[in-house]
């Protein structure tokens, strides 16, 4: 039997830009997905969620890993506990050059699903780093980013930037542009407060339609190009330790986020909730229409204003965490 877990993140800046190629920054926080994989006598792969919204829910399928189950969960819910467990496995498999093998898959989770903090690419990479380790196989980082990239490419419908994924298998800030992916040494310490409103956003609708926006509108084009501009300005301030500066580029990237339709009343409730609190800056985080915000703040107001916020159902503070995917 074994274990990995790898950790969920926030976006500084740059989501919904980075899948047209501008950069982003994303930073992994101190909330981990635990992925248990344990070796089955037959080739059969048997899921159970403990804690991912998906309380108790079990399920069994296989031979081939093509091979849908049928159960009565809706079905974001169900991709997550198969579409993406699947899609990890037949990575491991490929890593490990065992075309067949079943397992016993536990998955524990203490990141929201849907909510903008990279539930699922946190399953993945942990799925994948589990899986490989109990055939055996070792995979670097970078290997793991790459493969828990194409499982969420696969599952997205070849709409999934790499910066979920990368971000999650090697902890830190992360700078993402395309293929191009690295680690932002030396950043200062980000007072992160995550607000979350209990909803889930749909990745794929939500990317679909700004890509919709962008092809109709000219100036929705120049809005993602924009987005591009705000994040190399912030690359300057996070390397210059300017927090106020990054707080202010937050406000002005949720502006953007909003213009492009992905922000919603309770998203916005709750940035303006941490704004008024005097947080430096707040935006939504990930893919939008629900899920949570991020705010920065050093002092405690944010996180208290959070908490009697109507339709914030989860507040807490989320320290940066330097330590990608690992074995537990
Ligand atoms: C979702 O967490 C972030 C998006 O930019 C999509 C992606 O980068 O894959 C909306």
Redesign the pocket.
Known sequence: MTTSSAPGKVYLFG??A??YGEP?VPCAIERRARVTAERRDDERVRVQANDLTLDGFAVTWGGETGTRPDVDVPRPLVEAATGYIDGAIEQALDAAGEPAAGFDVTVESDIPLGA?L?SSAAVVVAGIDAATRELGVELSSESLADRAYQV?HDV?DG???R??TFCSAMGGAVRVRGDDCRRIEDVPTLPFVVGYDGNTGD?GE??AGVRKLKDTYGFAADTIGSIGDLVRTGELALRDGDIEELGRLMDFNHGLLSAVGVSSRSLDTMVWAAREAGALGAKLT??GGGGCIVALDRTEQTHTALEYTPGCEDAFRAELDGEGVRPE
Do not use: I, K, P, Y
């Open positions: 989501e919904h980075v899948v982003a903008g990279g969420e997205q709409q999934a930037s910066a979920d990745t939500l990317v990930g893919a």
